[in-house]
């Protein structure tokens, strides 16, 4: 059966194949959304992606004179070559303001004579067609696209070159896989300057094993191929964006429960200390009039270190809880943090019966402050729900699949029709203005990132009673939390 392709030697096949490459990354360039981002090289990106459109349908040119044949007169196969030459001069005009807006925004130096580049090397190009004479035909074509290459071809490629080398750099704080590829990209780019810039086809059979037009397909795709992998970039700072609004969330929520145990914290703060400070005042005065007795005094001195250090525990409890940092993972004491949790709602907890049954439970490998935020949300949502008083049940104990933690109150308790949705973000029941709805779903990611799960669920008589499991993990789990 007669083929379209029959006439048409193989090694020029490759023009298909390689302007179809091209095509490929303009198209993957124009799709991928860039919006918002930070990235220098997004601003830069469209012109690699015109140099791509270009590019690939003046290689597509080349192949079209052999599809249609004879069919083509003289003049048909100059105007064929005239725009395919116009097409490769444009190219490579895009590919150099690539090259040069990437160089530009990588060095600290404003390097202005490169905007100048591609006039100078325009004038070059017309001094190099001149010395051939301008007798407008084929073989001054042939001339024209010749100059082209040694002077857009080489320079357009050497610049995208260094440029993507040179801003790889830029981007490993996102992503080393990321910054390898582009540096991939622009070494490649490097070997298309040198079979596109200097070795034409007549040539090739002297330098290279092969002909060079299946070498610059081959470095066209892997062009493609690296830069079109590199993309990812955008799409792992948007993930990083969004991990840094939902620990700005995070915290925000964590500082408004912050402000809210502020009062009744430095209430509890102040007590111990004027304690310690009226007991240190009475010892002065004893002393002064020289009626100490001596285990009265060192009475009082017990009395002084207990409240000093009663306050101590307050403010370090305080400080480890509103501390801002990234997760550190390290071998946690449930109890420990429960206790911690209790310490700083102690004031809130007036009027309602705690009850610990914290028994004997071994180490999880988790943040010990960010668990501490789970448990005082939970505290303050039992207490919100028990408004003129009630109980809160504590248990923790050893199951198979780790350390549980059961938290019950005998609270409001929550429409059975909203447990579905206790977790969604911004969802609440308390009136306006009561809530941000952030507390559970805050809760929810934590333990979370700690490999557990969380339920609320009806407690058994009445309210609410929340359950939370946590895994004992492997050390190699461990070690992959803390890169985290």
């Known amino acids: 059966m007669y083929s379209l392709f029959d006439n048409i030697p193989s090694v020029y096949l490759i023009y298909f194949f390689y302007g179809g490459a091209f095509l490929f990354l303009s198209l993957s360039i124009a799709m991928k959304d860039m919006e918002g981002s930070d990235l220098k090289l997004a601003g830069h990106l469209r012109l690699l992606g015109m140099f791509g459109l270009t590019h690939g349908v003046h ?35 895009y590919l150099l303001r690539f090259g040069s807006a990437l160089i ?107 002909p060079v037009e299946i070498l610059r397909g081959v470095t066209a795709v892997l062009i493609t191929y690296f830069i079109i992998k590199a993309l990812n970039i955008f799409d792992i700072e948007m993930r990083k964006n969004i991990e840094e609004q939902a620990r700005r969330i995070v915290q925000a929520e964590k500082l408004t429960s912050l402000g809210q145990l502020a009062a009744g914290i430095a209430h509890e703060i102040n007590n111990p200390l004027t304690n310690a400070s009226l007991a240190i005042e009475m010892l002065r005065n004893r002393l002064k009039k020289g009626v100490a007795s001596g285990g009265e005094e060192l009475e009082k001195l017990d009395a002084v270190e207990r409240n000093i250090d009663r306050a101590s525990v307050i403010a370090r409890e305080l400080l480890q809880f509103s ?120 809760c929810y990611g934590i333990i979370k990132d700690h490999h557990g799960t969380i339920d609320v669920s009806l407690a058994a008589q009445m309210g609410t009673a929340v359950t939370i499991m946590i895994p004992i993990l492997e050390k190699g789990q461990y070690e992959k939390n803390s890169d985290r």
């Open 59 to 93: 290689e597509w040119l080349q192949i079209y004179p052999l599809i249609v044949g004879e069919d083509l007169t003289v003049r048909d196969i100059y105007h064929i070559r005239a725009v395919s030459l116009v097409l490769f001069v444009v190219s490579y005009i």
């Open 104 to 210: 530009r925004a990588t060095h600290k130096q404003k390097l202005k004579w490169l905007s100048r580049l591609p006039v100078v090397l325009l004038l070059l190009w017309i001094a190099y067609i001149e010395t051939h004479g301008f007798t407008m035909d084929l073989q001054f074509l042939r001339q024209a696209a010749i100059g082209a290459r040694y002077t857009f071809g080489l320079a357009g490629g050497v610049l995208a070159s260094y440029g993507l080398i040179v801003y790889s750099h830029e981007l490993s704080y996102l992503s080393r896989t990321v910054s390898r590829k582009l540096r991939h990209a622009g070494i490649t780019f490097g070997f298309y300057a040198f079979l596109a810039g200097i070795i034409s086809s007549d040539l090739s059979s002297f330098l290279l094993p092969l």
């Open 323 to 442: 501390r801002q940092r990234d997760s550190e993972f390290a071998p946690v004491d449930i109890n420990s943090v429960v206790n911690g949790a209790l310490t700083l709602m102690e004031y809130k907890l007036k009027g309602i019966h705690v009850q610990q049954d914290l028994t004997e439970v071994p180490e999880v490998l988790g943040d010990p402050g960010k668990l501490e935020q789970v448990f005082i949300n939970i505290f303050s949502n039992s207490v919100e729900a028990m408004p003129e008083g009630g109980a809160i049940s504590i248990a923790t104990s050893r199951s198979n699949a780790g350390v549980r933690v059961r938290i019950e109150d005998t609270g409001t308790g929550i429409p059975k029709k909203y447990l579905s949705r206790v977790f969604e973000p911004f969802f609440t029941t308390k009136e306006t203005g009561l809530g941000t709805g952030l507390g559970l779903s805050i």
